[in-house]
């Protein structure tokens, strides 16, 4: 059972992973980047975080590692475990606010993109992107009826 | 209450250990070379071998059934086609001489030596990079230029894996190329992500009337093709040294025709 759970989410994930990078595609905009992969790390990580869901994170990191970037091995991996750590982390630890779900979001939204930080542009590409893909966020939290 | 509190710090321990392998991973590929994270891609298939039925078993089947007005409507069919194979051979001698009059336009002298591989974008990736169809099964080689359907250079393949590449134009911050005018100064263009810069590296006679910048086969490229419009942007020589910087605004959609240019 544990195996089927494992081999699911992470087809789960790597499915979302490609669509991310089609959709990205199609967009065709230098200012904008459309990321239901880290959506969907953000509501698992505050969902249903736990160990097991470590293989399917790390496979999907392997695959991009290996077919869509040429990064080394692995630097996708770290990013997306360390994303998913860190929203965890910061939900429990942090004291309440107002806007600390945003503050979440934004934050482990720039750990996403950190192999890009050098990027000319990645200010205003990063700040209208949290943008829209918080907006995509609570569309699926009212979609899923969650409670985060 | 202990044990509510120490349950996500033992979840993250596991986390964290698997971060430590993956650095470890990243450091094995370092020192390999790139050699364990390209070795799947590099030998990976994704084309599908269909198993057709010979024709020749549906040819000997369909010959039992042809009757004598099967044969005639052949046979009407066959003149019909070679009367429209001759309009299509008048229409292909006017496109012949159409080439040579664009050719005569063109800093591609003769395109007769090119086979020009048409390729096409997959997904685009987080560094702005794409990949494109075609790698090594269509002898695809790091470095090939890439043009769009204007003939211009959009980019060049930064890796070339077993059935698709990765493509670096002008929106990746890693972009580079060196590049020629026609009193053959040398320029380096690179770009940021946002902006191209433009610098001279070897002046040997200025002239404002360049046009263009292109390719050349000094620097590996399979031949003359244009990458700049010199005549929309403004630069001038200052000490011997030309340095200029400009935004890009024709740049390919996800829909556009791409062609690798192959040298016979």
Request: hydrophobic share 45%; proline share 2%.
């Amino acid at each position: 059972m544990n195996i089927i759970y494992l081999l699911t989410n992470f087809i789960f994930f790597s499915i979302i992973l490609i669509v991310e990078n089609f959709l990205n595609l199609i967009v065709f905009n230098k200012y904008l980047s459309i990321s239901p992969f880290f959506v969907l790390l953000f509501i698992f990580s505050l969902t249903r975080f736990s160990n097991k869901n470590i293989f399917p994170i790390m496979g999907t990191g392997l695959i991009y590692d290996i077919f869509l970037s040429e990064n080394y091995l692995g630097v996708y991996t770290i990013v997306f475990l360390l994303v998913s750590v860190s929203i965890n982390y910061m939900q429990e630890k942090l004291v309440d606010f107002n806007f600390k779900l945003v503050f979440i979001f934004g934050l482990n939204y720039i750990i996403y993109n950190i192999p890009n930080i050098l990027s000319f542009n990645f200010v205003s590409t990063t700040t209208l992107s949290i943008f829209v893909n918080y907006l995509l966020f609570l569309l699926i939290k009212r979609v899923m009826r969650l409670r985060v | 209450m202990l044990e509510a509190q120490s349950k996500p710090k033992r979840s993250y321990v596991l986390y964290i250990l698997f971060i430590f392998l993956s650095s470890l991973l990243i450091l094995v590929d370092y020192f390999s070379n790139k050699e364990i994270s390209s070795y799947i891609p590099k030998s990976l298939t994704f084309e599908f071998n269909l198993n057709v039925f010979e024709s020749t078993y549906i040819d000997s089947f369909n010959s039992l059934l042809t009757s004598r007005a099967e044969l005639v409507s052949e046979n009407i069919r066959l003149e019909q086609e070679v009367k429209s194979l001759r309009s299509l051979e008048i229409e292909n001698s006017s496109l012949k001489e159409k080439i040579e009059s664009f050719e005569n336009i063109s800093l591609i002298k003769n395109f007769n030596n090119f086979n020009f591989i048409e390729t096409s974008l997959i997904i685009k990736n987080s560094s702005n990079e794409f990949l494109i169809s075609g790698g090594t099964n269509q002898n695809f080689q790091n470095g090939d230029i890439v043009l769009d359907d204007a003939g211009y250079v959009v980019g060049y393949l930064r890796e070339v894996f077993y059935s698709y590449s990765i493509l670096e134009t002008f929106l990746s911050q890693n972009f580079k190329i060196q590049l020629l005018d026609k009193y053959n100064n040398e320029y380096l263009l690179s770009s940021d992500g946002n902006e191209l810069s433009l610098s001279s590296i070897n002046i040997l006679t200025f002239n404002t009337d360049i046009d263009f910048l292109y390719t050349d086969i000094s620097y590996n490229h399979s031949g003359k093709f244009p990458v700049v419009d010199t005549r929309s942007i403004n630069f001038q020589l200052v000490n011997n040294q030309i340095n200029s910087s400009f935004n890009f605004s024709n740049i390919f959609t996800f829909n556009t025709k791409l062609f690798i240019p192959k040298s016979k």
